[in-house]
């Protein structure tokens, strides 16, 4: 008797999968406005790259990312002047939950690069979106001026998709807030998550609230003030250390660590091929040696805040440092929120330990 076998692919349905996105696809509910964030600045860097292929001409072109809540309204924009996208492919990568259109740009245009500046990989961070809205619309347009798309979607998955009105390329992301989530529509709550997530991406933020509008009204006969980005884009950890004063590895210190006493001694790591990774690590001044010092070593992938003090990284006897790594090459887990054991961790945590103890060394020869 002829043995016979069955091939195919496992389906999954939307209405039984989205309660899941919504509960546990990110241990930290505040995440999804870093992942709204960071597809906004996928969608500019997208486009720069385009430019510098000669695929595009943007001229003279700004980029920005624009979010702004609206306490009235109830939602939560995340606006961005990036690729955007046509009708077929916003039915592609939003219709289908994990398939990844940053890592398939990535695929076509960057080939093994992988330093190339593209945060998405897994396909789902968008639809952290729900995990804090009953509602989301998407308004996109892209860089190749075919129509404009307007995408909504409620929290069961179910879509509608009709014409949009845009006047430039790029994407609008609205998340209508639920009543259960209601914090998310308090200002301060999004200056503390943009602060902790978004402080160093490399496309200027700018946020306005509800608040900001009524400030202007009362101050409608002065000039203006222009609006400053709520974050850097060219951090300190990006130049040669040749290039950085004593000063401003001293005030990188105070803003990132709200910490006013100055550094012992800091060390800028610069690490290229084969581990390409970069970061500057603080040894903090203890001032009495009943003192207990808690240490801080923040974590980035391409500019993005994924964790701090991650054991696999910092050895636990080293966890008194204070600092910022920028590992583009790190094997983060689905959530970008811890780490998946490999060679290239265990070499970046050899290199830290090395480096600190060549300058204790060194501060000690020298004492």
């Given at each position: 008797?002829?043995?016979?076998?069955?091939?195919?692919?496992?389906?999954?349905?939307?209405?039984?999968?989205?309660?899941?996105?919504?509960?546990w696809?990110?241990?930290?509910?505040?995440?999804?406005?870093?992942?709204?964030?960071?597809?906004?600045?996928?969608?500019?860097?997208?486009?720069?790259?385009?430019?510098?292929?000669g695929?595009?001409?943007?001229?003279?072109?700004?980029?920005?990312?624009?979010v702004?809540?609206?306490?009235?309204?109830?939602?939560?924009?995340?606006?961005?002047?990036?690729?955007?996208?046509?009708?077929?492919?916003?039915?592609?990568?939003?219709?289908?939950?994990?398939?990844?259109?940053?890592?398939?740009?990535?695929?076509?245009?960057?080939?093994?690069?992988?330093?190339?500046?593209?945060?998405?990989h897994?396909?789902?961070?968008f639809?952290?979106?729900?995990?804090?809205?009953?509602?989301?619309?998407?308004?996109?347009?892209?860089?190749?001026?075919?129509?404009?798309?307007?995408?909504?979607c409620?929290?069961?998955?179910?879509?509608?998709?009709?014409?949009?009105?845009?006047?430039?390329?790029?994407?609008?992301?609205?998340?209508?807030?639920?009543?259960?989530?209601?914090a998310?529509?308090?200002?301060?709550?999004i200056?503390?998550?943009?602060?902790?997530?978004?402080?160093?991406?490399?496309?200027?933020?700018y946020?306005?609230?509800?608040?900001?509008?009524?400030?202007?009204?009362?101050?409608?006969?002065?000039?203006?003030?222009?609006?400053?980005?709520?974050?850097?884009?060219?951090?300190?950890?990006?130049?040669n250390?040749?290039?950085?004063?004593?000063?401003?590895?001293?005030?990188?210190?105070?803003?990132?660590?709200?910490?006013?006493?100055?550094?012992?001694?800091?060390?800028?790591?610069?690490?290229?091929?084969?581990?390409?990774?970069?970061?500057?690590?603080?040894?903090?001044?203890i001032?009495?040696?009943?003192?207990?010092?808690?240490?801080?070593?923040?974590?980035?992938?391409?500019?993005?805040?994924?964790?701090?003090?991650?054991?696999?990284?910092?050895?636990?006897?080293?966890?008194?440092?204070?600092?910022?790594?920028?590992c583009?090459?790190?094997?983060?887990?689905?959530?970008?929120?811890?780490?998946?054991?490999?060679?290239?961790v265990?070499?970046?945590?050899?290199?830290?330990?090395?480096k600190?103890?060549?300058?204790?060394?060194?501060?000690?020869?020298?004492?």
């Open positions: 008797m002829e043995n016979t076998f069955k091939k195919g692919g496992i389906s999954v349905q939307t209405e039984h999968i989205f309660p899941v996105i919504k509960k696809l990110y241990s930290e509910k505040d995440i999804f406005l870093r992942e709204i964030v960071s597809n906004a600045s996928d969608a500019v860097t997208k486009l720069r790259r385009l430019s510098s292929l695929q595009y001409d943007g001229g003279d072109e700004t980029y920005r990312i624009d702004t809540l609206d306490k009235i309204a109830k939602t939560l924009t995340v606006s961005d002047n990036g690729i955007g996208m046509t009708a077929e492919e916003l039915d592609r990568y939003l219709c289908q939950i994990a398939l990844s259109g940053a890592l398939e740009f990535v695929e076509k245009y960057e080939g093994d690069n992988q330093s190339n500046g593209i945060i998405g897994f396909g789902l961070g639809y952290s979106s729900f995990m804090i809205s009953d509602t989301v619309e998407v308004i996109t347009k892209s860089y190749t001026d075919t129509p404009a798309v307007h995408w909504t409620n929290a069961d998955g179910n879509y509608e998709t009709a014409n949009g009105t845009r006047d430039g390329h790029g994407t609008t992301v609205i998340m209508h807030v639920s009543d259960e989530e209601s998310y529509l308090e200002k301060y709550k200056e503390e998550i943009l602060e902790k997530y978004c402080a160093f991406m490399p496309v200027e933020i946020f306005t609230a509800e608040d900001d509008e009524e400030k202007k009204d009362d101050k409608k006969d002065e000039t203006p003030e222009a609006p400053k980005p709520v974050n850097d884009t060219t951090p300190l950890w990006l130049k250390p040749s290039d950085c004063t004593p000063e401003e590895y001293k005030e990188f210190y105070r803003k990132v660590f709200h910490d006013w006493r100055e550094p012992l001694f800091w060390i800028h790591v610069n690490a290229d091929y084969p581990l390409n990774f970069r970061g500057i690590l603080y040894f903090p001044k001032t009495n040696e009943y003192e207990s010092i808690e240490g801080q070593v923040k974590l980035y992938y391409n500019q993005v805040f994924v964790a701090d003090n991650i054991k696999e990284v910092i050895p636990e006897y080293l966890l008194m440092l204070k600092g910022v790594l920028d583009p090459e790190l094997p983060l887990n689905v959530s970008r929120s811890y780490l998946q054991n490999n060679t290239y265990s070499k970046v945590s050899a290199h830290i330990v090395k600190v103890a060549d300058k204790l060394c060194s501060l000690c020869n020298t004492a």
